[in-house]
């Protein structure tokens, strides 16, 4: 009921490919998705979010699609770039005090020149 | 700047030798985290607290205490540590407990022997 569903483990695309990484969820308390990006060594930092009333969002080259009916939420990197190499993580949120995101399990993500 | 900040950054010691991980945030945050992130399963919460004093158990809180003595502040104790504790380790802060945006920290690597 807790976990997430994230896939491909990893993906190798050309620049200026659109790499699309999905996650998979259970629970339908979950109210916040959110993608966080994490380069070699640092922490994960939020890139975007969504909430289950809107089916998309785009920030930049960024775009996050949402298919409450079938749990299932996706990132899109349009016109990716080396720089967008980096370990991507999916997560879920219900909103509970105890303020913990569910993570998944991470897309390693390689943009070739 | 904003940062959560954490130490050591890389730790290596044996089994059994009593360490602190610090952690602290400069943003006034009143909800803070601690994650561990293993390969193939993403991160996982240890331990939350919503406040100064308030905390409680994440997913996987054995063999960690926490304490909050301060607001900023928010340190990871292992009393005994084992080597099913090496691992890679978050402190994270968010404003609101809803788990939105939290801000991670750069991470420690430990390593039990």
């Known amino acids: 009921q807790q976990q997430v569903k994230q896939s491909p483990q990893s993906l190798i695309v050309q620049k200026g490919g659109i790499p699309i990484i999905n996650c998979a969820y259970e629970?339908?308390?979950?109210?916040?998705f959110p993608w966080y990006q994490q380069f070699p060594g640092k922490g994960p930092a939020l890139l975007i979010a969504?909430?289950?009333?809107?089916s998309e969002k785009k920030e930049g080259r960024f775009t996050i699609s949402f298919n409450k009916s079938a749990k299932q939420f996706s990132l899109h990197i349009m016109d990716s770039q080396p720089g967008d190499s980096a370990t991507y993580f999916c997560a879920a949120s219900d909103g509970g005090a105890t303020n913990k995101l569910i993570f998944g399990t991470g897309t390693l993500l390689a943009v070739q020149p | 700047e904003a940062q959560v900040t954490q130490n050591p950054r890389y730790l290596i010691t044996v089994t059994g030798k009593k360490l602190t991980v610090t952690c602290s945030q400069n943003m006034n945050h009143e909800y803070m985290s601690w994650y561990r992130q293993d390969p193939g399963l993403g991160l996982r919460q240890i331990y939350y607290s919503m406040n100064v004093e308030v905390t409680d158990k994440g997913d996987v809180p054995e063999g960690y205490k926490v304490s909050r003595k301060e607001k900023r502040n928010f340190p990871l104790i292992l009393e005994s540590p084992s080597p099913n504790q090496t691992s890679l380790y978050f402190c994270?802060?968010?404003?609101?407990?809803?788990?939105?945006?939290?801000?991670f920290g750069p991470g420690t690597r430990l390593t039990v022997l």
């Open positions: 994270a802060s968010s404003l609101h407990r809803d788990g939105n945006e939290q801000f």
């Open positions: 969504i909430r289950p009333d809107v």
């Open positions: 629970n339908t308390a979950f109210d916040y």
